[in-house]
T-cell receptor
Framework: GESVGLHLPTLSVQEGDNSIINCAYS??????FIWYKQESGKGPQFIID?????DKRQGQRVTVLLNKTVKHLSLQIAATQPGDSAVYFC??????????FGAGTRLFVKA | TGVTQSPTHLIKTRGQQVTLSCSPI?????VSWYQQTPGQGLQFLFE???????NKGNFPGRFSGRQFSNSRSEMNVSTLELGDSALYLC????????????FGQGTRLTVV
């Protein structure tokens, strides 16, 4: 099957700090990007998306940045809370009705 | 209501076959299936829209699926192997896959 990466990096942050989760995507032709959050025992949950004609999009406490030049996507979480602890996945839509997920980053929030 | 998958857990023996079910959110016409394992992450299996498979991932022919007129979808795995043990996730969206897609809780398949 297709996937991006086999290792699961981990980010540990203090409660109240800002978190930045990074993702390198693979296809320069991808036109749509999504961030998902997956808590233990649950399916991935949509957080925020961005289209390739934008470079920044903000939601509630979250911001997604897209740098198409270096094929890089980031998710910023402001004032991180214990409930933000989860695995975060970036995903790219490559066209042809297929969405490819990154390997994921595990976020630990220390109280 | 959200995306509903059944069963939630399943144990099968090598060589058997299995059918998993997914009911998308009402009004959603696109259903995608993914396999999630610790070693390989989330991998795309296939996507259906209006009863037609629009794209397929790099899985062997033992993995198949279909979509019904009410947008409900099933996936089937024949001749199960130990390596098929995984969490199988279904996601639904209005039109394009991934566009504000909503995932079900998944079906945990264990092959023994």
């Amino acid at each position: 099957g297709e996937s991006v990466g086999l290792h699961l990096p981990t980010l540990s942050v203090q409660e109240g700090d800002n978190s930045i989760i990074n993702c390198a995507y693979s296809n320069s032709a991808s036109d749509y990007f999504i961030w998902y959050k997956q808590e233990s025992g649950k399916g991935p949950q949509f957080i925020i998306d961005i289209r390739s004609n934008m470079d920044k999009r903000q939601g509630q406490r979250v911001t997604v940045l897209l740098n198409k030049t270096v094929k890089h996507l980031s998710l910023q979480i402001a004032a991180t809370q214990p409930g933000d602890s989860a695995v975060y996945f970036c995903a790219e839509r490559t066209g042809g009705f297929k969405t490819i997920f990154g390997a994921g980053t595990r976020l630990f929030v220390k109280a | 209501t959200g995306v509903t998958q059944s069963p939630t857990h399943l144990i099968k023996t090598r060589g058997q076959q299995v059918t998993l079910s997914c009911s998308p959110i009402s009004g959603h016409r696109s259903v995608s299936w993914y396999q999630q394992t610790p070693g390989q992450g989330l991998q795309f299996l296939f996507e259906y829209f209006s009863e037609t498979q629009r794209n397929k991932g790099n899985f062997p022919g033992r993995f198949s699926g279909r979509q019904f007129s009410n947008s409900r979808s099933e996936m089937n795995v024949s001749t199960l192997e130990l390596g098929d043990s995984a969490l199988y996730l279904c996601a639904s969206s209005l039109e394009q896959p991934g566009t504000e897609a909503f995932f079900g809780q998944g079906t945990r398949l264990t092959v023994v």
